[in-house]
């Protein structure tokens, strides 16, 4: 309870934030060359020394890697609603989590690169009165280039705020239960699709720096527990 002189703020609730990898505003070259800079420019991502690998990125990277992707990009592209499938899923996804959990939680979601960006979400949450927000980086596996990127940047953001709200951080869940039975749902689903019976069923991760592992990242070693 505040003091009746204090000047009126919202408080008392809880908040529960997905966040993402991140997505181009648009498919084309206009679009990608901000998001691959701000992606690429990460330390957590790239740990190569900024004074070697700034020159790259800005002076080869940024003027060929852009129209490539935006190529790509746009057959994936969902033009019903303009905009790229993982923000369509991620939106849904908060959406059905909302409905789930109904009002006793409210829950956003952000990208990591990209919009809606952390900053904004956490801002906008603690103005409805989150004094208590979860945040869920959506990487089953743990990396320090995904996961540890999300906290990294939460934490950060937290800088700005006079009154920060309490912040806890989901663990991996790359061998949970509920997560393979759900990847298990799915495959066996699909091969009752199949007119043929395959004789293997390759899991494939994205892939990471060796350098990384050898430092100690448990990114390989979640995804070979996942399989």
Same mark, same amino acid.
């Given at each position: 309870?505040?003091?009746? *002189?204090?000047?009126?703020v919202v408080f008392?609730? *809880?908040?529960?934030?997905?966040?993402?990898?991140?997505?181009?505003?648009?498919?084309?070259?206009?679009?990608?060359?901000?998001?691959?800079?701000?992606? /690429?420019?990460?330390?957590?991502?790239?740990?190569?020394?900024?004074?070697?690998?700034?020159?790259?990125? #800005?002076?080869?990277?940024?003027?060929? #890697?852009?129209?490539?992707?935006?190529?790509?990009?746009?057959?994936?592209?969902? &033009?019903?609603?303009?905009?790229?499938?993982?923000?369509?899923?991620? #939106?849904?996804? @908060?959406?059905? /989590? !909302?409905?789930?959990?109904?009002?006793?939680? &409210?829950?956003d979601w952000a990208?990591?690169?990209? @919009?809606?960006?952390?900053?904004? #979400?956490?801002?906008?949450? &603690?103005?409805?009165?989150?004094?208590?927000?979860?945040?869920? @980086?959506?990487?089953? !596996?743990?990396?320090?280039?995904?996961?540890?990127?999300?906290?990294?940047?939460?934490?950060?953001?937290?800088?700005?705020l006079r009154w !920060?709200?309490?912040?806890?951080? @989901?663990?991996?869940?790359?061998?949970?239960?509920?997560?393979?039975?759900?990847?298990?749902?799915?495959?066996?689903?699909?091969?009752?699709?199949?007119?043929? !019976?395959?004789?293997?069923?390759?899991?494939?991760?994205?892939? /990471?720096?060796?350098?990384?592992?050898?430092?100690?990242?448990?990114?390989?070693?979640?995804?070979? &527990? *996942?399989?």
């Amino acid at each position: 309870m505040l003091s009746s *002189t204090h000047p009126k703020v919202v408080f008392g609730e *809880t908040g529960l934030l997905l966040v993402n990898l991140g997505t181009p505003e648009t498919p084309d070259k206009k679009g990608l060359r901000p998001y691959l800079k701000q992606f /690429l420019s990460d330390r957590r991502v790239i740990e190569t020394s900024p004074l070697i690998w700034q020159p790259i990125l #800005r002076g080869i990277i940024l003027n060929t #890697r852009p129209q490539k992707s935006a190529e790509a990009y746009a057959k994936i592209w969902r &033009k019903e609603s303009n905009e790229s499938p993982l923000r369509y899923y991620t #939106r849904a996804q @908060a959406a059905k /989590l !909302q409905a789930q959990l109904g009002d006793r939680v &409210k829950v956003d979601w952000a990208m990591r690169y990209g @919009a809606p960006s952390i900053e904004t #979400r956490l801002t906008n949450m &603690k103005k409805a009165g989150c004094e208590r927000i979860a945040i869920i @980086a959506l990487y089953p !596996q743990y990396s320090a280039s995904t996961s540890a990127s999300v906290y990294d940047h939460v934490f950060r953001a937290l800088l700005d705020l006079r009154w !920060q709200p309490a912040i806890r951080t @989901a663990a991996p869940w790359h061998d949970h239960p509920a997560y393979i039975d759900a990847l298990a749902q799915s495959v066996t689903d699909h091969l009752r699709s199949l007119d043929y !019976q395959p004789e293997y069923i390759i899991a494939s991760f994205h892939g /990471l720096p060796q350098r990384y592992f050898e430092k100690g990242d448990p990114y390989h070693c979640h995804c070979a &527990k *996942t399989a």
